[in-house]
């Protein structure tokens, strides 16, 4: 391990020394060390509302594990309100509780995708209300039952189980890694970064006078792209140097833009990911929107490719487990993650197009043919069925299958 | 990740040393094949024997003391407890195919054990996976030298040393008449899924995760702050875990040493690290940990805390040849390690 970690070490300082850019900085752009920006000596910086949203999510799937919740205790969590709109105190958390935000109402909410579109958000929205469902109604009955193919129950993982249903997925991974597309990267790359969004009303003509919101220390257009900010960075325990603790402050869009730069083919994809939210942001106080948006499409392509990386890493993983004689069984975590992230993916941004990478109708046709080589889903998939998937992905986002899968 | 530093480890340390690994598979001389059969049928399959003899004596005490709860045969159970935990270690590198498929390390050996549980009782089918925490040697351990009356829990201990009797017998039934030991020798070849591939990545990955963290580095602190006397193996018992750790250790060392073996295997290809034999060199590391062992406790639980720094030198000798092994034989050996570390989620 130490071996490993010190030559992880001394390729990502290749890496890094390898992949400086020469950049080219607008002469009055003050990018900080950090991500700290003040005005009067306060900060300007401010994305409480993504930290909630992100406390509460990681509260809820840890709720998927606990076969005494009911589906009105999982729905109260994810809306944060009961059935007729009443004040719900679901949470551990005392102050998730106090707050009013909601996980559901943000879920395929955001400007770019949805804002004409609310008949595709409120199917989204039923799916996500569906996996609750179904851990409940399927899976809690069978939490101290075996599974077999075609019947949810536990499956052995090493010394412990996981619950899966009947076609061999679990609720909570799907739930969870389509919530980063759903939430975390649609609000982020979509909503945020947009210009639709970041210029709404009159924002730059109050950010270049610098009005700020009533009561508040920062500009209307320096407070969205901080909520960009939150969705990735918002959990860490220094948001301002959240590099440091990275892929330990949150279960979702943090921890998984961790994992992909932890993979040599990608080292740096982290920091650069941060210096563009940096280099974005100082652009806003210089008012150059130009520069703004060439560092938000940096963004959009980097965690849109973040989600597709994970996805096929997860699906050659699932594939060598089969090709390697193991039982159906010892595959279904990873391919269930892979399934959720390939949900995740129809909220991806190709920067260049303005378009997803792989687009909904695309992304439900691929899990559907995940779970449609047998009767029984992940019990009967094969493993060129995974890797053909896994081909397409790669394809669509221009990625190397190997580069993902190591 | 893991998998491709690992190449490049290879391709890195590959520069600097005599042997190439593109032509140093297999050479004709030697023969895996042989090999193979000297595992199944003079290592692994008399390990299943010898340790489903003990797992049925034991099972035989625990019937008995169920039946006849007296000093006397509560003694008998345990000192059966005692032989087939001992027993089980030098069963435990070998769980490619039947074992692994049984998952018997899963179902046998998962410590720290689940005491509230057991103590409530009750815990339902001891087939779910969720319950391997209330089932094996360490629940056992618990019931037979950490209860006040273990009297009281003797259709437990029954129960559970039956199961442990049942899981290796249905494993050793695989081996020999479920056929598995031929395909076994057949698969000769050096694919991820050959049998000395299995076999070598499954020996590797029990001597890094059971017998150097589960055994010796977990208790010591070397994964926490602190050491953890209490997830030491056999802590009810008091007296058996160094002597757990010793017959694992040595299970090990007649496996890399056995002829024809991995030591041969390794000469046969003429492998040196620093101008000695690779194969004398991890023989010596096997060696060092015994003597760093041998002026432990009985107990590993109670050298944490009388003095760790003991048990934290045992560790450091078998990271040494964690090296050797999983990098420089693999790496002559031609072989890919097939795991990764966990997930962790």
Redesign the interface.
């Given at each position: 391990m130490t071996?490993?970690a010190l030559?992880?070490f001394c390729?990502a300082a290749l890496f890094l020394t390898g992949c400086q850019e020469d950049e080219n900085p607008t002469p009055e752009l003050e990018v900080p060390e950090t991500y700290s920006f003040t005005r009067d000596g306060a900060s300007t910086v401010s994305f409480s509302g993504q930290s909630t949203r992100i406390a509460m999510a990681e509260e809820l799937v840890d709720a998927f594990q606990d076969p005494a919740n009911t589906t009105a205790e999982l729905n109260a969590m994810f809306r944060n309100e009961g059935p007729n709109g009443e004040d719900v105190a679901p949470f551990a958390s005392a102050d998730l509780n106090a707050a009013t935000k909601s996980i559901r109402s943000k879920v395929a909410a955001s400007y770019d995708y949805f804002f004409a579109d609310a008949t595709t958000s409120a199917v989204i929205r039923d799916e996500f209300d569906g996996w609750i469902e179904a851990q409940v109604n399927e899976v809690f009955p069978r939490w101290?039952?075996?599974a077999s193919a075609g019947v949810a129950g536990?499956?052995?993982?090493?010394?412990?189980?996981?619950y899966v249903s009947a076609q061999g997925l679990e609720y909570n991974q799907v739930f969870a890694k389509s919530l980063i597309g759903a939430l975390m990267l649609d609000q982020t790359v979509n909503n945020y970064l947009s210009p639709q969004v970041l210029d709404e009303a009159d924002n730059r003509a109050t950010n270049d006078a610098g009005t700020l919101e009533d009561g508040k220390t920062y500009t209307t257009m320096e407070h969205k792209w901080d909520e960009a900010y939150g969705y990735v960075f918002g959990a860490a325990d220094n948001p301002a140097e959240p590099l440091l603790t990275l892929g330990d402050d949150d279960?979702f869009l943090n921890?998984y833009l961790d994992r992909v730069n932890?993979?040599?083919?990608y080292a740096g994809i982290a920091q650069d990911v941060f210096d563009a939210f940096k280099r974005g942001r100082a652009a806003i106080v210089a008012g150059d929107y130009a520069e703004r948006d060439a560092q938000a499409a940096i963004i959009k392509e980097k965690l849109s490719k973040v989600l597709a990386v994970r996805t096929i890493f997860y699906l050659v993983r699932g594939a060598e487990s089969l090709?390697?004689?193991n039982?159906p069984t010892a595959a279904f975590?990873a391919l269930s993650e892979a399934y959720g992230f390939l949900y995740a993916l129809q909220f991806s941004r190709n920067p260049a197009t303005g378009a997803p990478y792989l687009n909904r109708e695309e992304v439900r046709e691929l899990q559907e043919d995940l779970l449609s080589d047998g009767a029984n889903g992940l019990w009967d998939v094969t493993p060129a069925t995974i890797r053909d998937q896994a081909s397409t992905i790669a394809t669509a986002f221009g990625l190397s299958v190997d580069q993902a899968a190591? | 990740m893991i998998r491709f530093l690992l190449l490049l480890l290879v391709a890195v340390s590959a520069a600097g040393c005599e042997t190439d690994p593109g032509t140093s598979l297999a050479p004709a001389s030697f023969d895996r094949a042989a090999m193979l059969a000297h595992w199944a049928d003079d290592v692994i399959i008399p390990a299943f024997e010898d340790f489903t003899r003990d797992a049925d004596d034991l099972q035989a005490a625990a019937t008995s003391f169920e039946a006849t709860p007296t000093a006397e045969s509560l003694s008998e159970v345990r000192t059966a407890f005692a032989t087939a935990y001992l027993g089980w270690q030098r069963l435990s590198p070998f769980m490619t195919g039947p074992g692994e498929d049984h998952r018997l390390r899963e179902q046998l050996n998962i410590y720290p054990t689940n005491t509230a549980r057991l103590k409530a009782g009750n815990t339902g089918s001891l087939e779910l996976p969720s319950n391997t925490d209330v089932q094996g040697f360490p629940a056992l351990d618990f019931l037979l030298y950490g209860t006040e009356s273990p009297v009281e829990h003797r259709g437990t201990i029954a129960e559970l040393s039956r199961r442990i009797h049942g899981l290796s017998s249905a494993a050793l039934a695989d081996w020999t008449t479920g056929g598995y030991r031929d395909a076994y020798v057949a698969a000769s070849g050096n694919s991820a899924t050959a049998s000395v591939d299995r076999t070598v990545n499954d020996f590797i990955y029990w001597y890094e995760k059971y017998l150097r963290a589960g055994k010796v580095g977990i208790p010591a602190g070397v994964f926490s702050n602190g050491p953890r006397p209490e997830l030491a193996e056999a802590p009810y018992h008091g007296g058996l875990s160094k002597q757990l750790f010793l017959e694992g250790l040595s299970a090990g060392r007649d496996f890399f040493n056995g002829e024809p073996g991995l030591a041969d295997y390794l000469d046969a290809l003429s492998v040196e690290r620093e101008g000695q034999a690779l194969s004398a060199r991890i023989q010596s590391g096997f060696i060092a940990a015994a003597d760093r062992a041998s002026g432990l406790d009985a107990d590993v639980a109670t050298q944490v805390t009388t003095n760790n720094t003991e048990l934290l030198q045992l560790y450091d000798a078998l990271q040494a040849n964690v090296i050797l092994l999983k990098v420089d034989m693999l790496q002559a050996l031609g072989i890919n390690v097939d795991y990764v570390d966990a997930d962790g989620d």
């Open positions: 071996r490993n030559l992880f390729l101290n039952e075996l536990q499956i052995p993982n090493g010394s412990s189980a996981r279960s921890e932890d993979d040599p083919d090709e390697g004689g039982a975590h190591d | -």
